[in-house]
């Protein structure tokens, strides 16, 4: 009896006439707003997901070590003595720190003569462990495969490519089975890497570098030093233990505090995974409130049309409360219209977006610089409910207010003369 | 001063009991008093025209019979009722339950039919769908507008208008039919019928009270009563007219 939604619904459909030019209006104003809200949020996330792609490339939650200099001195010895890891102290780690899923030592070689026939090509080598490839994101192409165990025990002359090197070498041809000249040593290419995004490098792109085991790389160059120790734990969030825990196990090798921070050179990249996730958060809430803000633009048109629905139908409100309506009955079919206007115009917009980012989907990728970029618009669950919710909020605010003001009509007043 | 006749009145169901009734409008830094002290006591079945010059309080008094406003001071009762201090959703469904309001000029609801108009205040009473319906015909066929259900009010005459609204006014079966210069916005020949009508339903035992400053509406209500600068000067009493 009190609330009767029934009868809220009844007075809506009876009472409320569209006037159709300033509805279609504010609803073009809705539609206008959400789809910019729904494109900024789909461009925002298109562009979270293009770089989180291309910031995998390089690896996901992996930590770069590299030598460094002690700071401190450390039982006796003075400060400014280097540290410099070597290839049996992979071993060594992979034995005393637990929970780790994998840790590949690197050593490099930055001027390489690689040498195919008469063509030959600077470049960078890189010798490493086997986990590298799956550390470090090495995905053979089709037909190929990365280094394997018996190619390190072997110390076997096998290179994996990277993608535009061997293009510079090989051009069209296949180079897999392939026999080239690595400073003069002959190599066979057991594999060349698949296209991938890298945003973050350290001494250069993946693409440009080739890798060899790390026994080969260490017969051929007659020297143990690595260049980096990348590690991986199995739960990201154990990065900073894992690396301390390698430093207390080179510490006593090395003679160096296992608290000094520059004795060993780290990029950890779960730490600035985590600076990436809230600068997108960041940019994901700037888009947003801009949207919201053109969206809010609608709204205040809807609560413009409403309020001049309330004045117009004044005397009609007042009319219905000397019959017996209660303030409630009144307000209820207002705040269902300027509900109303704000979804019809939400779905309107939400359908438009939808078709423009499924047409921007048909855009070839291929060689668009642009779209590798900043990534396509994409639509996500999230998105959707957080305009709808957004929708809902001002639709039902939009309304809210003008039915305040129309509850607040004094029937007695409005019911005598014009 | 006050013609305490209406006394009479106030034996067996009195409609309206009013005692020392008080309106006071402030509209900003003045204060209006539009009702200095109303003894009136309506019995069941009266037909009383409430006469005064303009701005004589006539309208404050309809509002506060009609529950549409509260007295400042004073008591009033309604079918026994004291409306003082009552909520608004309360003071609405007295409204809705005991007062039927017609007005100078209509204020039928222009987009929905004669029809839907007079089932309005069934709609606000809760009364189910199917006694709306025979409540809606039969007094659209008292009011002898039968075939003119489906119009529109801008589709109706201003005689038929008014006639819509004496069917809105009578819907719930109020205790008090309030009309408020019924025949204002008529031509003579209208506003006859209207008189006509009202006589009708005074003699099938209904309340009636008019609102007017028409002389010959004035003279065919048995009970006049005449209000000047807020207090009732002259009251013919029941029985009287």
Known sequence: MNLRPGLVLQLFWRTSRVQRKRALLTVAAIAWGSLSLVLLLAFGEGLGTQLGRANSGLGTNIAIMWPGETTRPWKGLPAGRPVRPRTADIRLIEERVPDLFGVSGEMRQWRTAFTRGDVTVNGRLTGASLVYGRLRNHVARAGGRFLNPIDDARRRRVIFLGYDLAEDLFGQDEPVGETLLVDNVPYTVVGVMAEKLQSSTYGGMDKDHAVIPIRTFEAQYGTDRLANIVIKPLDPAEMKRKLAEVRETLSPRYGFDPDDERALGVWDTVETGQMFANMMLGIQLFLGIIGGLTLLVGGIGVANIMYAVVKERTREIGVKMALGARAGWVTGPIVLEGLTYTLLGGLVGLLMSTGLILLMGLVPVEDNVAIEMLGKPTLSPAITFTTAGILGVIGLAAGYFPARRASRIDPAQTLRYE | ?241
């Open chain 2, 1 to 241: 001063m006050m013609s305490k006749g209406d006394q009479a009145a106030a034996g067996n169901g009195a409609v309206i009991r009013m005692d020392g009734i008080r309106k006071v409008y402030e509209t900003g830094k003045v204060k209006v008093e539009a009702l200095r002290g109303i003894d009136l006591t309506v019995a069941d079945g009266e037909f009383a025209a409430i006469v005064g010059p303009s701005g004589s309080g006539k309208s404050t008094l309809m509002n506060l019979i009609g529950c549409l406003d509260t007295p400042t001071d004073g008591l009033y009762e309604l079918r026994g009722q004291r409306v003082a201090g009552l909520s608004r959703a309360r003071l609405a469904t007295i409204r809705n339950r005991r007062v039927g309001f017609i007005f100078q000029n209509f204020n039928l609801l222009p987009q929905i039919s004669a029809y839907e108009n007079v089932e309005m205040p069934l709609l606000f009473g809760g009364v189910p769908r199917r006694r709306r319906r025979e409540r809606v015909c039969d007094l659209l066929e008292r009011v002898g507008l039968a075939d003119r259900m489906e119009h529109k009010p801008t589709e109706l005459s201003g005689g038929q208008m008014q006639r819509v609204a004496v069917a809105r006014a009578l819907a719930m079966d109020p205790d008090i039919v309030l009309a408020d210069e019924p025949t204002g916005n008529l031509d003579s020949r209208s506003g006859g019928d209207i008189m006509s009508l009202f006589e009708e339903l005074w003699e099938q035992g209904r309340t009636m009270l008019v609102i007017t400053h028409d002389p010959a509406l004035a003279e065919r209500a048995p009970r006049r009563v005449e209000l000047l600068d807020g207090r009732i000067s002259q009251d013919t009493g029941v029985g009287a007219g």
